[in-house]
C-alpha cells in the first residue's frame, strides 16, 4: 500500500503492475510554476496567474483520473495490441522462441521468458504497421530519462532515441531500476519539472544517482 493525498484528504492505493505515484514530481511542477501544491486552492492574483492556475488544474485532474481502480491505460492487453502492430515480426513462432533460448545465453534468469512473451505477436491477428522512424523535427527540445542498468528497457536503446532525435537532450541515472521520472530521486525529478515548467531541458550530459 501507498498513502497519497487528494483534495488534501489522505488515502491509501494498493502498488500493483503498471500503478506510478506521481505526486512528488507534481509537488515539483507546483513549485517551478509558482502554483499551489496539488489539493489546495489557489490564492489568486493578478500578471497571468489565472493561466497558470489553469495549467495547474489540467495536470492534477490528469494525475485525479487515474484512480485507484483505474488499470485502463496500463493494461497489458492494450501494451501488446500497440506494440504487436508498430513492428515487424516473424511469421514463424519458431524464431522467436528459438531467439528467446539464444537470449538465456547472456541473462540467463529473466531472458528466454521476456522474449518469449512477445510469441504472441508473430501471430496476432491484424496485419502490422510498422512506424516509420521518429525524428521529431521542428520540436522543442525533448528530455530523454533512462536509467543505466534497467531491466526491462535497455539504456542503449534510448541512447539511439536521443541520437535519432532532432533536439533530444539524454538525461542518464546511474542505477538499477526500470524507470527513474516521480521514483523519489530528486535531481531527475528536480530536472523533469523544471523542463515541464519552463521547456528547459537539463544541460547536456547530466547524470544522477539513484539514491
Not at 42 to 47: F, I, N, Q, V
Not at 59 to 74: I, P, Y
Not at 126 to 131: M, R, Y
Not at 186 to 203: F, M, Q, S, T
Request: with cysteine.
Amino acid at each position: 500500500m501507498v498513502a497519497y493525498q487528494t483534495n488534501g484528504e489522505r488515502r491509501n492505493r494498493q502498488l500493483r503492475p503498471g500503478v506510478l505515484e506521481r505526486q512528488p514530481l507534481l509537488d515539483r511542477v507546483a513549485r517551478q510554476g509558482g502554483w499551489p501544491p496539488p489539493g489546495q486552492q489557489p490564492t489568486g492574483g493578478g500578471g497571468g496567474q489565472g493561466e497558470a492556475d489553469g495549467d495547474r488544474h489540467q495536470v492534477e485532474d490528469g494525475h485525479r483520473s487515474q484512480g485507484a481502480d483505474d488499470t485502463s491505460l496500463t493494461d497489458f492487453d492494450i501494451y501488446f495490441s500497440v506494440f504487436c502492430i508498430d513492428q515487424e515480426w516473424p511469421e514463424d513462432p519458431n524464431e522467436l522462441l528459438a531467439a528467446g533460448k539464444a537470449a538465456a545465453g547472456s541473462a540467463p534468469h529473466f531472458g528466454e521468458a521476456l522474449v518469449n512473451d512477445y510469441v504472441r505477436c508473430s501471430v496476432w491477428p491484424v496485419e502490422e504497421q510498422p512506424l516509420p522512424a521518429v525524428t521529431a523535427p521542428g520540436t522543442p527540445p525533448i528530455p530523454v530519462v533512462s536509467t543505466t542498468n534497467d531491466p526491462a528497457t535497455p539504456h542503449d536503446g534510448a541512447v539511439r532515441t536521443a541520437d535519432r532525435l532532432e533536439s533530444a537532450v539524454l538525461l542518464t541515472v546511474e542505477g538499477d531500476r526500470h524507470g527513474a521520472v516521480s521514483g523519489g530521486i530528486a535531481c531527475v525529478d528536480d530536472n523533469v519539472a523544471h523542463y515541464l515548467v519552463h521547456v528547459i531541458p537539463p544541460p547536456e550530459g547530466t547524470v544522477c544517482t539513484a539514491d
